[in-house]
Antibody
Framework: QVQLQESGQGLVKPSQTLSLTCTVS??????????WSWIRQPAGKGLEWIGR???????NYNPSLKSRVTISVDTSKNQFSLKLSSVTAADTALYYC??????????????WGQGTLVTVSS | DIQMTQSPSSLSASVGDRVTITCRAS??????LNWYQQKPGKAPKLLIY???SLQSGVPSRFSGSGSGTDFTLTISSLQPEDFAIYYC?????????FGGGTKVEIK
Protein backbone atom coordinates (compact mmCIF):
# COMPACT_ATOMS: atom_id res chain seq x y z
CA GLN A 1 0.00 0.00 0.00
CA VAL A 2 1.51 3.28 -1.12
CA GLN A 3 1.72 5.99 1.51
CA LEU A 4 2.74 9.62 1.15
CA GLN A 5 3.85 11.86 4.01
CA GLU A 6 4.48 15.58 3.85
CA SER A 7 7.06 17.29 6.03
CA GLY A 8 8.61 20.73 6.30
CA GLN A 9 8.16 24.20 7.69
CA GLY A 10 4.89 24.98 9.40
CA LEU A 11 5.56 28.70 9.66
CA VAL A 12 7.16 30.87 6.98
CA LYS A 13 7.77 34.61 7.05
CA PRO A 14 6.40 36.79 4.24
CA SER A 15 8.73 37.12 1.23
CA GLN A 16 10.63 33.97 2.22
CA THR A 17 10.59 30.55 0.55
CA LEU A 18 8.29 27.73 1.60
CA SER A 19 9.92 24.28 1.46
CA LEU A 20 8.13 20.96 1.78
CA THR A 21 9.08 17.35 1.15
CA CYS A 22 6.89 14.36 0.40
CA THR A 23 8.23 10.92 1.31
CA VAL A 24 6.77 7.98 -0.56
CA SER A 25 6.68 4.56 1.09
CA UNK A 26 5.30 1.19 0.03
CA UNK A 27 6.74 1.42 -3.45
CA UNK A 28 9.47 2.99 -5.53
CA UNK A 29 8.85 6.54 -6.69
CA UNK A 30 10.52 5.56 -9.97
CA UNK A 31 8.37 2.59 -10.87
CA UNK A 32 5.09 2.63 -12.73
CA UNK A 33 3.12 5.20 -14.64
CA UNK A 34 3.10 8.01 -12.11
CA UNK A 35 3.65 11.68 -11.80
CA TRP A 36 4.00 13.18 -8.33
CA SER A 37 1.94 16.24 -7.52
CA TRP A 38 1.43 19.04 -5.02
CA ILE A 39 -2.01 20.46 -4.27
CA ARG A 40 -3.02 23.07 -1.70
CA GLN A 41 -6.19 24.05 0.11
CA PRO A 42 -6.68 27.30 2.04
CA ALA A 43 -8.77 26.89 5.17
CA GLY A 44 -12.43 26.43 4.31
CA LYS A 45 -11.77 26.68 0.58
CA GLY A 46 -11.32 24.44 -2.43
CA LEU A 47 -8.38 22.60 -3.95
CA GLU A 48 -5.69 24.19 -6.13
CA TRP A 49 -3.23 22.10 -8.12
CA ILE A 50 0.31 23.45 -7.84
CA GLY A 51 2.29 21.20 -10.15
CA ARG A 52 3.71 17.76 -10.84
CA UNK A 53 7.00 16.01 -11.56
CA UNK A 54 7.99 12.81 -13.30
CA UNK A 55 11.00 10.92 -12.03
CA UNK A 56 12.94 11.99 -15.13
CA UNK A 57 12.67 15.51 -13.73
CA UNK A 58 10.06 16.68 -16.21
CA UNK A 59 7.67 19.15 -14.59
CA ASN A 60 4.39 20.94 -15.18
CA TYR A 61 3.28 23.90 -13.09
CA ASN A 62 0.08 25.83 -12.62
CA PRO A 63 0.56 29.06 -14.60
CA SER A 64 -0.87 31.01 -11.67
CA LEU A 65 2.14 29.99 -9.55
CA LYS A 66 4.72 29.08 -12.17
CA SER A 67 7.05 32.02 -11.58
CA ARG A 68 7.43 31.08 -7.90
CA VAL A 69 7.31 27.26 -7.90
CA THR A 70 10.00 24.63 -8.16
CA ILE A 71 9.28 20.91 -7.78
CA SER A 72 12.18 18.49 -7.63
CA VAL A 73 12.65 14.77 -7.07
CA ASP A 74 15.23 12.67 -5.23
CA THR A 75 14.77 9.08 -6.32
CA SER A 76 17.50 7.83 -3.99
CA LYS A 77 15.42 8.97 -1.03
CA ASN A 78 12.03 8.20 -2.60
CA GLN A 79 11.06 11.84 -2.10
CA PHE A 80 9.91 14.83 -4.05
CA SER A 81 9.90 18.42 -2.90
CA LEU A 82 8.15 21.75 -3.31
CA LYS A 83 9.65 25.20 -3.07
CA LEU A 84 7.45 28.28 -3.31
CA SER A 85 9.25 31.60 -3.22
CA SER A 86 8.18 35.11 -2.21
CA VAL A 87 5.30 33.85 -0.11
CA THR A 88 2.49 36.04 1.19
CA ALA A 89 -0.44 35.43 3.51
CA ALA A 90 -2.38 34.18 0.47
CA ASP A 91 -0.09 31.13 0.41
CA THR A 92 -1.29 30.03 3.85
CA ALA A 93 -2.91 26.66 3.26
CA LEU A 94 -2.94 22.94 3.86
CA TYR A 95 -0.45 21.46 1.39
CA TYR A 96 -0.95 17.94 0.07
CA CYS A 97 1.27 15.69 -1.98
CA UNK A 98 -0.42 13.12 -4.21
CA UNK A 99 0.27 10.47 -6.82
CA UNK A 100 -1.02 11.17 -10.34
CA UNK A 101 -1.63 7.88 -12.11
CA UNK A 102 -1.45 8.25 -15.87
CA UNK A 103 -1.55 4.48 -16.31
CA UNK A 104 -5.24 4.57 -15.53
CA UNK A 105 -7.98 6.06 -17.64
CA UNK A 106 -9.04 9.41 -16.29
CA UNK A 107 -5.55 10.09 -14.92
CA UNK A 108 -6.67 10.37 -11.29
CA UNK A 109 -4.87 11.51 -8.17
CA UNK A 110 -5.19 8.13 -6.50
CA UNK A 111 -3.10 8.43 -3.33
CA TRP A 112 -2.74 11.48 -1.13
CA GLY A 113 -0.69 12.44 1.89
CA GLN A 114 -2.47 13.59 5.03
CA GLY A 115 -1.52 17.21 4.38
CA THR A 116 0.65 19.70 6.22
CA LEU A 117 -0.42 23.17 7.31
CA VAL A 118 1.78 26.05 6.26
CA THR A 119 1.14 29.47 7.76
CA VAL A 120 2.73 32.60 6.34
CA SER A 121 3.13 35.16 9.07
CA SER A 122 5.77 37.45 10.52
CA ASP B 1 -7.60 26.81 -17.96
CA ILE B 2 -10.63 24.52 -17.94
CA GLN B 3 -13.20 25.72 -15.42
CA MET B 4 -15.11 23.11 -13.44
CA THR B 5 -18.49 24.17 -12.03
CA GLN B 6 -20.28 22.04 -9.48
CA SER B 7 -23.88 22.29 -8.42
CA PRO B 8 -25.31 22.56 -5.94
CA SER B 9 -22.64 24.03 -3.67
CA SER B 10 -24.39 22.42 -0.73
CA LEU B 11 -27.35 20.19 -0.07
CA SER B 12 -29.19 18.72 2.88
CA ALA B 13 -30.32 15.12 2.70
CA SER B 14 -31.46 12.30 4.92
CA VAL B 15 -29.99 8.87 5.41
CA GLY B 16 -31.34 6.64 2.66
CA ASP B 17 -31.88 9.49 0.17
CA ARG B 18 -30.65 9.37 -3.40
CA VAL B 19 -28.23 12.24 -3.99
CA THR B 20 -27.01 13.62 -7.30
CA ILE B 21 -24.20 16.14 -7.75
CA THR B 22 -23.47 17.78 -11.08
CA CYS B 23 -20.16 18.92 -12.53
CA ARG B 24 -19.83 20.91 -15.75
CA ALA B 25 -16.59 21.60 -17.63
CA SER B 26 -16.03 24.80 -19.60
CA UNK B 27 -14.96 22.71 -22.60
CA UNK B 28 -15.09 19.07 -23.57
CA UNK B 29 -12.87 16.87 -21.41
CA UNK B 30 -13.94 13.49 -22.82
CA UNK B 31 -14.02 11.21 -19.76
CA UNK B 32 -11.01 12.70 -17.95
CA LEU B 33 -13.14 13.43 -14.92
CA ASN B 34 -12.56 12.20 -11.38
CA TRP B 35 -14.57 12.53 -8.17
CA TYR B 36 -13.20 12.83 -4.64
CA GLN B 37 -14.71 12.77 -1.16
CA GLN B 38 -13.22 14.90 1.62
CA LYS B 39 -14.16 14.59 5.27
CA PRO B 40 -13.19 17.21 7.88
CA GLY B 41 -9.50 17.15 8.69
CA LYS B 42 -8.78 14.49 6.07
CA ALA B 43 -7.22 14.39 2.64
CA PRO B 44 -9.45 13.94 -0.40
CA LYS B 45 -10.18 10.32 -1.28
CA LEU B 46 -10.63 9.11 -4.85
CA LEU B 47 -14.12 7.70 -5.43
CA ILE B 48 -14.64 7.61 -9.19
CA TYR B 49 -12.11 7.89 -12.03
CA UNK B 50 -12.61 8.25 -15.76
CA UNK B 51 -16.12 9.57 -15.11
CA UNK B 52 -17.69 6.23 -14.27
CA SER B 53 -15.13 3.73 -12.93
CA LEU B 54 -15.40 2.90 -9.24
CA GLN B 55 -12.11 3.07 -7.35
CA SER B 56 -11.22 -0.16 -5.55
CA GLY B 57 -12.74 -0.37 -2.09
CA VAL B 58 -15.38 2.31 -2.69
CA PRO B 59 -18.96 1.18 -1.94
CA SER B 60 -21.14 0.43 -4.94
CA ARG B 61 -23.75 3.00 -3.86
CA PHE B 62 -21.44 5.56 -5.47
CA SER B 63 -21.65 5.88 -9.24
CA GLY B 64 -20.59 8.36 -11.88
CA SER B 65 -21.73 9.15 -15.38
CA GLY B 66 -21.21 11.60 -18.18
CA SER B 67 -18.83 12.53 -20.95
CA GLY B 68 -17.80 15.69 -22.73
CA THR B 69 -18.83 18.60 -20.54
CA ASP B 70 -21.53 17.27 -18.21
CA PHE B 71 -21.01 14.77 -15.42
CA THR B 72 -22.87 13.48 -12.39
CA LEU B 73 -21.99 11.73 -9.16
CA THR B 74 -24.83 9.74 -7.62
CA ILE B 75 -25.10 8.24 -4.16
CA SER B 76 -27.94 5.74 -4.41
CA SER B 77 -28.72 5.51 -0.71
CA LEU B 78 -26.99 8.05 1.50
CA GLN B 79 -25.27 6.61 4.56
CA PRO B 80 -24.13 8.44 7.72
CA GLU B 81 -20.50 8.16 6.68
CA ASP B 82 -21.21 9.88 3.33
CA PHE B 83 -21.69 13.33 4.83
CA ALA B 84 -18.69 15.15 3.40
CA ILE B 85 -17.57 17.53 0.66
CA TYR B 86 -17.35 16.15 -2.88
CA TYR B 87 -15.07 17.55 -5.57
CA CYS B 88 -14.84 16.88 -9.28
CA UNK B 89 -11.48 17.27 -11.06
CA UNK B 90 -10.42 17.23 -14.70
CA UNK B 91 -7.22 15.67 -15.99
CA UNK B 92 -7.81 16.44 -19.67
CA UNK B 93 -5.33 19.27 -19.78
CA UNK B 94 -2.87 21.17 -17.63
CA UNK B 95 -3.35 22.79 -15.22
CA UNK B 96 -5.43 20.21 -13.43
CA UNK B 97 -8.51 21.95 -12.04
CA PHE B 98 -11.12 21.14 -9.44
CA GLY B 99 -14.73 22.07 -9.00
CA GLY B 100 -15.63 24.27 -6.06
CA GLY B 101 -17.04 21.38 -4.06
CA THR B 102 -20.47 20.22 -2.91
CA LYS B 103 -21.08 19.92 0.80
CA VAL B 104 -23.52 17.14 1.69
CA GLU B 105 -25.10 17.82 5.06
CA ILE B 106 -27.53 15.99 7.29
CA LYS B 107 -31.14 17.13 7.05
Amino acid sequence: QVQLQESGQGLVKPSQTLSLTCTVSGGSISSGSYYWSWIRQPAGKGLEWIGRIFTSGSTNYNPSLKSRVTISVDTSKNQFSLKLSSVTAADTALYYCARYYYGSSGYPLDYWGQGTLVTVSS
Amino acid sequence: DIQMTQSPSSLSASVGDRVTITCRASQSISNYLNWYQQKPGKAPKLLIYAASSLQSGVPSRFSGSGSGTDFTLTISSLQPEDFAIYYCQQSYSMPLTFGGGTKVEIK
